[in-house]
């Protein structure tokens, strides 16, 4: 089946640097993929939407200079946590969609990013 | 407003009894609607999807319902394990693929 694949699973940081989390489809191509963070005990929250070759979608409350994503190619989205702060500790979740051929429209998510930020 | 409502919002239950999550939805036109599954510090996992056209879906203890004119699903549990202590998400597809999901129902099931 397909698989969505996340890198690093966990990062620790201090404060004020920046660090990236990519998002791989690994066997389908992906044209969007969608960025969540979750709070413990809370649900996913959609960040924002990644779309292939163009300005990703943020949702209303998230700083894009703060959350730069990148979608170069169909198969790679990027979420850069820029000068990240304590607060910004979570747990980072992306899903592609994959679109064409079976089961068209099916959202795979990556295993999670868990950032802690001293 | 959330166009996918679930509830409750948490249960919990003892090990080998039933329970049936509810979702409902306000999302028109529909395309196609998912359960998933997630496990605490994992990412979700696709348990059922079904269209418009489906009624009734199941994955092994996993029985996902869809009344379409009602805009309702719901997701039962049958003899449920210490397993199955996860946060179960609704997401709800229109047509052009944009995607509606549900706060989730976080169930505990004890021994």
């Known amino acids: 089946g397909a698989v969505v694949s996340q890198h690093p699973s966990w990062v620790i940081c201090k404060s004020g640097t920046s660090v990236k989390i990519e998002c791989r489809s690994l066997?389908?191509?992906?044209?969007?993929m969608f960025w969540y963070r979750q709070f413990p005990k809370q649900s996913l929250m959609l960040m924002a939407t990644?779309?292939?070759?163009?300005?990703?979608?943020?949702e209303q409350g998230v700083e894009k200079d703060k959350f730069l994503i990148n979608h170069a190619s169909l198969t790679l989205s990027t979420l850069t946590v820029t000068s990240a702060h304590p607060e910004d500790s979570s747990f980072y979740i992306c899903?592609?969609?994959?679109?064409?051929?079976?089961?068209?429209?099916?959202?795979?998510f990556g295993e999670g990013s868990r950032l802690t930020v001293l | 407003k959330n166009q996918v409502e679930q509830s409750p919002q948490s249960l919990i239950i003892l090990e080998g009894k039933n329970c049936t999550l509810q979702?409902?939805?306000?999302?028109?036109?529909?395309?196609?609607l998912r359960w998933y599954k997630q496990d605490t510090g994992r990412g979700p996992v696709s348990l059922t999807i079904m269209t418009f056209s489906e009624n009734t879906k199941s994955n092994g203890r996993y029985t996902a319902t869809l009344d379409a004119d009602t805009k309702q699903s719901s997701l039962h549990i049958t003899a449920s394990q210490l397993s199955d202590s996860a946060s179960y998400i609704c997401?709800?597809?229109?047509?052009?693929?944009?995607?509606?999901f549900g706060a989730g129902t976080t169930v505990t099931v004890r021994a």
């Open positions: 990644s779309n292939e070759g163009s300005k990703a979608t943020y």
């Open positions: 997401v709800v597809s229109a047509p052009d693929y944009k995607l509606s």
């Open positions: 899903s592609a969609q994959r679109l064409g051929g079976a089961n068209t429209g099916e959202l795979f």
């Open positions: 979702c409902n939805y306000t999302v028109s036109p529909f395309s196609n």
């Open positions: 066997d389908f191509q992906a044209t969007t």
